[in-house]
């Protein structure tokens, strides 16, 4: 399964991006979403979190209450809803699914990898 984030950008602090995560093909498996940053000279960081299911979710706490982490109708597609933007929020978002029955923090449990999309904040 191949994975395509889309929709990041530059903007300015305070604005708002939607970055969706499209898988290359459906599958008969359900999986669950991570989204992941990496800021440039840091390690990948777990961003947000949801089940197969779409009934649990999990947030980095520097993203609560900013972030939303969504999946669609699909087996393999969602999208993560970023608002009231940062200067730290700048960093390569990566979109990943798992086949494991959680929410996992840990890139580890993730299967599949998009390539990333680039946000950018600036003031």
């Known amino acids: 399964v191949e994975l395509v984030e889309s929709g990041g950008g530059s903007v300015q602090v305070g604005d708002s991006l939607r970055l969706s995560c499209a898988a290359s093909?459906?599958?008969?498996?359900?999986?669950?979403m991570g989204w992941f940053r990496q800021a440039p000279g840091k390690g990948r960081e777990f961003v947000a979190g949801i089940s197969w299911n779409g009934g649990r979710t999990k947030y980095t706490d520097a993203v609560k209450g900013r972030f939303t982490i969504s999946k669609d109708d699909t087996r393999t597609s969602g999208y993560l809803q970023m608002n009231s933007l940062k200067i730290e929020d700048t960093a390569v978002y990566y979109c990943?699914?798992?086949?494991?029955?959680?929410?996992?923090?840990?890139?580890?449990?993730?299967?599949?990898w998009g390539q990333g999309t680039q946000v950018t904040v600036s003031s």
């Open positions: 990943a699914l798992t086949a494991g029955d959680g929410v996992f923090r840990s890139p580890d449990e993730y299967d599949y």
């Open positions: 093909r459906d599958t008969s498996t359900y999986y669950g």
